[in-house]
């Protein structure tokens, strides 16, 4: 079976501090693939791993059946691998059409044209307003980023990694830092991704994991201490243990 994403014994260390040890995980295709631990137990730094913004000291990273350990960031996001992260990477000065429209041409080798309104950029326009209304910026698109509400800016970054078209999505904890009041918004796009897209959730919030994921495998220490179903971890006494502070 091709895996639509797969690490075997990938193993990260910083000096003689193992950050993690050996990890091997099979992401099916289409999966709602959740990635959960404790502070401190590795999960960014796999992350930060599987996109090439760290290099592994020994292991590998499959995309798709095809190894792609040591191909740079901007290689792997051609091959269909994209990321959100923790704190929002975003131009504050561009609004989301902008943001949007960039991404696109990016993706289709033509950055340097994104600002132009041509006849025969219609297309990347037009692409950039449905992404836009998919992800409910109609009423912000022509705003810049900086004065957006963090709900808001949150989805554009997601936005922006859909703009992509990629195979596998990592979503390092989408709806860290929104305001309860924009929380329900960021939430419903998450689980609303499209199904052809393979998705991989880092987030603590174990409503919005248990609402999304079908499979998960939970980090502790920098290793893979548990896996399976939604039911099979929530009732896992060990994982209650480690991870929701039970007593086991």
Known sequence: MTFALETRNLTKRFGGFVVTSDVSLKIAQGARHALIGPNGAGKTTIINLLTGVLTADSGQ????GEEI???PAHKRVGRGLTRTF??????????PLESVMLAISEREGRGRLAWQALPSERKIIDEAAAIIERFRLADVMGSPTTLLPYGKQRLLEIALAIAAKPRVLLLDEPAAG??????HEVL??????????TVVLIEHDMDLVFSFADRISVLAAGALFAEGTVAEISKNPQVKAIYLGEDA
């Open 188 to 197: 419903a796009l998450v689980r609303e991704l499209p199904a052809d897209v």
């Open 178 to 183: 929104v305001p309860e009041e924009e929380r």
């Open 86 to 95: 923790q704190i929002n990477q975003l131009f504050g000065d561009f609004t």
């Open 61 to 64: 990273v499959l995309l798709g």
């Open 69 to 71: 350990t040591t191909l």
